[in-house]
C-alpha cells in the first residue's frame, strides 16, 4: 500500500473517531440542557401554583374548620363558592366533564409530586402543599359522581 494512501486512511479513521466524540458530547450536553429546561419549567408551574395558593389565603373564612397536622387549609375567598375555588385550582371551567376534571387532577398531582424534588428542600415542601391542595379540589369537584362512574367512567368497550 502506498505511504499516502495509508496516511490518508488513518487520518480518515481518526477523523471520523474524533468527529463520533464530539457528537456524543454535543448529544451529552443537550440531553442535560433539556433536563435543566424541564426543570425550570416544573419550578416555574410550581411557583405559579405556590402564588394562586397564596392568594386563596387571604380571607378568613376556611373551607374545613379542622386542619389536622400537615394538611394544607384552603380558604374560601368571600363571595366564591368551594367549587369555584376548586375549579381554579385545578384549572377547569364551570361547563368541564368528570373526564376534565380527572385529566386536569391527574396531570396536576403529576407535576406537584414532591418525590421529583430534592427531598427536604423549600420545592418539595410546596410541592406536597400544592397536592394537597389538588386533591381537596378534585374531592370537592367529585363529591357529587357516583363511585361506579369515577371507577369506570372511562372504560371504553369495543
Not at 490518508?8 to 457528537?23: P, T
Not at 398531582?109 to 397536592?131: D, K
Not at 369537584?141 to 368497550?157: A, N, P
Request: hydrophobic share 30%; no cysteine.
Amino acid at each position: 500500500m502506498n505511504p499516502a494512501r495509508r496516511l490518508y486512511d488513518l487520518s480518515r479513521a481518526y477523523v471520523g473517531q474524533e468527529w463520533d466524540r464530539i457528537n456524543s458530547y454535543l448529544a451529552t450536553a443537550e440531553n442535560k440542557i433539556s433536563e435543566r429546561n424541564h426543570e425550570e419549567r416544573a419550578r416555574e408551574e410550581l411557583r405559579e401554583s405556590w402564588v394562586l395558593g397564596s392568594t386563596l389565603n387571604t380571607t378568613a373564612q376556611p373551607a374545613s374548620s379542622t386542619a389536622s397536622q400537615g394538611q394544607t387549609q384552603i380558604f374560601i375567598p368571600q363571595g366564591q363558592s368551594r367549587e369555584q375555588v376548586a375549579r381554579t385550582i385545578l384549572g377547569v371551567e364551570e361547563t368541564a366533564t368528570f373526564q376534565d376534571i380527572r385529566k386536569s387532577y391527574e396531570k396536576k398531582l403529576r407535576r406537584s409530586q414532591p418525590t421529583r424534588f430534592a427531598e427536604g428542600s423549600q420545592e418539595s415542601l410546596q410541592a406536597a402543599e400544592i397536592a394537597q391542595k389538588v386533591e381537596w379540589a378534585y374531592g370537592v369537584l367529585t363529591d357529587s359522581v357516583s363511585r361506579t362512574e369515577k371507577r369506570f367512567g372511562t372504560l371504553e368497550i369495543d
